[in-house]
């Protein structure tokens, strides 16, 4: 890295892969002005084509009395 009149130069094997202005206060955040050049913009996220979920009906379940089962195991018991 070289610094030169408020620029940043990096270099890599010789080469200057990435040149940045310098921000005159301490602690600011730079980007690269590329750096998200390959990044949807979030609004076109929001026009998704297919849904995030379905719903699905639940099958129909035969509502029966209790007393029904009752019976169904005292006579299983007395079968023994």
Same mark, same amino acid.
Do not use: W
């Given at each position: 890295?070289? @610094?030169?009149?408020?620029?940043?130069?990096? =270099? %890599? #094997?010789? $080469?200057?892969?990435?040149? !940045?202005? +310098?921000?005159?206060?301490?602690? @600011?955040?730079?980007?690269?002005?590329?750096? =998200? %050049? #390959?990044? $949807?913009?979030?609004?076109? !996220?929001? +026009?998704t084509e297919q849904p995030l979920?379905?719903?699905?009906?639940?099958?129909?379940?035969?509502?029966?009395?209790?007393?029904?089962?009752?019976?169904?195991?005292?006579?299983?018991?007395?079968?023994?």
């Amino acid at each position: 890295m070289r @610094e030169r009149q408020m620029q940043l130069r990096v =270099f %890599s #094997k010789g $080469s200057l892969i990435a040149q !940045l202005h +310098k921000r005159p206060r301490s602690q @600011e955040m730079v980007q690269h002005p590329t750096q =998200f %050049s #390959k990044v $949807s913009p979030t609004g076109s !996220l929001r +026009k998704t084509e297919q849904p995030l979920g379905h719903q699905v009906t639940p099958p129909s379940v035969e509502i029966r009395n209790l007393a029904e089962y009752d019976q169904l195991f005292s006579q299983e018991a007395t079968t023994r």
